[in-house]
């Protein structure tokens, strides 16, 4: 590579830098009047010095480094040099700064710590950089990617970016297709081979990480494109035949920007351990968006470990937060792990989607009772029906000990009303929770009505 240039322009320290990150091998000479001074790097290291009386090593690199008005170039051919310098680049940059900071000091003729500072500054500008290349390389290299019979991953990947309602569907002996809003949009006209489906498989799954550690046998996995985002992929059986199927998985902050209900009011309703909010809604599908941004607001806000259960998961938290466990009812082991992983974690918070499956709902109770804050998605036509849609199905001997136990522990309620009519939310209040540990439901009916004064007027 050809570098020359003035540290008036750019410092020896960002020139070493630059050199070190592209791994470069070569002298750089420094001149400034007749003073010379040589800097050999070997990929990226600076391995020797000399200055300008022959004298080799750190003390050498020390003398360069200090050389004021001076104008460099780099060549790529490294003289037989000896090895005499070990440390690292960046620890040799911030020893030479430190000394040349308090000669300077000593003599008071620069602010102490001045030389530090910049070297500090390179080094975290070099971070960010790092990060983008980073970043820049794995999108270079996905958009490089195609399966045996052509198609190219990028362009299936960008079918369905930014459309979390939409999945991508790839199964041999059929054209790749996004599905959306009822509609399936082919997305090519190749119908996939044997052997090309099973090397996009291969691409898709060698390229991407598990979305959780929590069983091998998942096939769920996390791909990441970039700057373009995340993908959730997953494999599963269809009448004997596998699908692969891909979603774009939100980003965690913008999802918890999303929710309908300011974050303090959440966040008060579930203020104390122990206690309970229901999140109904009438329309399935928005219930489970809501209910994920609610969800990535927990992880955030929790100040603990978070346990959820919902049907599927598209938030791809797995991979990134240990403190995040994400189960499934789709799955029997997640329900049997379920109450021994509340044991072991002692959860801040555990959410459930899956208020018609009883066992999660147990489970919710189960996390309640040792303290955990939970919240409970009810779909219901009616705020007031939630309560006794959460009941549905429960034995009428234990019907009762539930009523008791959500005046204990529910302490709110959390609407998402049919479009264009605003979110709202409720507090439970006294008469009602009263009514609820004699085990009747009528004042909390009562209290879930529009017309009560406990609601909480939304945006």
Not at 452 to 458: M, V
Request: proline share 5%.
């Amino acid at each position: 590579m050809e570098l020359r240039g003035s540290t008036d322009l750019l410092s020896l320290y960002d020139v070493s830098q630059m050199l070190s990150i592209n791994e470069a091998t070569g002298m750089l000479k420094v001149e400034s009047g007749d003073t010379r001074g040589y800097l050999y790097f070997q990929a990226g290291h600076i391995i020797n010095a000399m200055d300008g009386h022959h004298v080799e090593g750190e003390e050498a690199a020390r003398r360069v480094f200090a050389m004021k008005n001076a104008h460099y170039s780099f060549a790529t051919e490294l003289p037989t040099v000896a090895h005499r310098i070990s440390c690292t680049t960046q620890n040799l940059m911030m020893e030479i700064a430190r000394a040349l900071d308090e000669e300077t000091s000593a003599a008071g003729t620069e602010s102490p710590a001045e030389n530090t500072q910049e070297v500090q500054e390179t080094q975290e500008a070099t971070r960010h950089l790092k990060e983008i290349f980073t970043k820049l390389d794995s999108e270079a290299r996905i958009l490089s990617l195609r399966s045996p019979d052509g198609i190219a991953v990028a362009d299936l990947l960008e079918a369905i970016r930014g459309s979390p309602d939409s999945v991508l569907y790839l199964r041999e002996g059929a054209a790749p297709e996004a599905h959306s809003g009822g509609r399936i949009v082919p997305l090519s006209q190749r119908k996939l081979t044997r052997s090309g489906y099973d090397g996009l498989r291969q691409i898709l799954f060698r390229e991407s990480e598990p979305m959780s550690a929590l069983s091998e046998s998942r096939t769920e996995r996390v791909l990441s494109f970039g700057e373009r985002g995340r993908y959730l992929l997953d494999a599963w059986k269809s009448s004997g035949a596998e699908i692969v199927t891909i979603r774009h998985l939100p980003d965690p902050d913008s999802l918890a920007a999303s929710l309908p209900w300011p974050g303090t009011v959440v966040d008060a309703l579930l203020k104390e351990p122990g206690s309970l909010v229901l999140l109904t809604g009438p329309d399935g599908l928005k219930l489970t968006r809501v209910f994920e941004a609610l969800c990535a607001h927990l992880v955030k806000t929790a100040g603990g470990a978070f346990l959820g259960f919902a049907r599927r998961w598209t938030s791809g938290w797995g991979a990134e937060r240990s403190t995040v466990v994400l189960l499934s009812t789709a799955f029997p082991d997640d329900l049997a792990i379920a109450k021994p992983m509340i044991e072991r974690l002692g959860p801040a918070v555990v959410a459930t989607e899956s208020s018609d499956h009883f066992e999660a709902r147990s489970i919710a109770f189960h996390a309640l009772q040792r303290g955990a804050r939970a919240v409970i998605g009810v779909p219901a036509g009616a705020v007031a029906a939630a309560p006794f849609r959460l009941l549905d199905g429960i034995d009428p001997v234990l019907r009762e000990s539930y009523i008791r136990y959500m005046g204990l522990s529910l302490t709110g309620v959390l609407s998402i009303p049919r479009s264009p009519a605003p979110a709202q939310a409720w507090t439970i209040q006294d008469a009602a929770r009263a009514s609820l540990l004699k085990g009747d439901l009528s004042s909390l009916a009562h209290d879930l009505f529009p017309s009560s004064p406990s609601r909480i007027g939304l945006k």
